[in-house]
């Protein structure tokens, strides 16, 4: 989700991002989830436990929650491209693009899968050590996340590799490398 040209940020949501320490992101795209608000009560503990501020973005999940601290902020969308470089850690459904987004920003990710591919990326986001160990879905719980939303705020060694990672990403030209890996397949074929 790139910011698409002219798009302004609500004052709500500066009037948060400066109002204190930057926020941990929870979002998980288009999951849906049976019960939006028991996973948002979890959500909302786990937080409380670590003392982090949040953005909560209630997207296509449905999270929602009608009163919320005043540590939250609760939004239906935002592009990743503009609010997680403002962010201390992602929390979120392990998609390749938000996974993509949350690495080129340099902060750690915590993964949350569902199914598909996002156990993979989820994996890769720990192996890299850019973030804690995946959390499968069915296996989400406030004591778990907590944990976890702890480790990466924490963990120096993990913002260092984290930040150091997103910088490599944002000097990549990445259409560039593409056109020279297809051009060399193509010569593979032909030959």
């Known amino acids: ?10 004052s709500a949501l500066i009037d948060f991002l400066q109002s204190g320490s930057p926020p941990v992101y929870i979002g998980f795209g288009s999951m849906s989830n049976r019960n939006p608000e028991q996973t948002a009560d979890l959500i909302i ?9 949040a953005i909560l973005l209630s997207g296509w999940s449905g999270l929602h929650k009608s009163n919320i601290p005043d540590s939250i902020f609760m939004i239906d969308s935002v592009p990743h491209s503009w609010l997680f470089p403002r ?3 992602v929390v979120h459904h392990g998609g390749a693009s938000t996974t993509a987004a ?5 902060v750690p990710s915590i993964v949350i899968p569902f199914f598909g591919d996002q156990p993979f990326w ?19 719980t406030v004591e778990r996340l907590a944990n976890a939303i702890q480790e990466v705020v924490t963990n120096e060694g993990i913002r260092l590799r984290a930040a150091t990672l997103g910088k490599q990403i944002q000097t990549e030209d990445g259409i560039a490398s593409a056109v020279e890996i297809i051009g060399q397949l193509e010569k593979r074929i032909v030959a």
């Open 102 to 106: 949350g690495l080129r920003a340099g």
């Open 122 to 140: 989820g994996q890769r986001i720990a192996d890299l050590g850019v973030g804690a160990k995946p959390i499968p879905r069915q296996k989400l």
């Open 45 to 53: 503990q786990a937080l409380m436990r670590t003392k982090q501020r």
């Open 1 to 10: 989700m790139d910011e698409a040209d002219g798009w302004q940020p609500p």
């Open 87 to 89: 962010v201390a850690a």
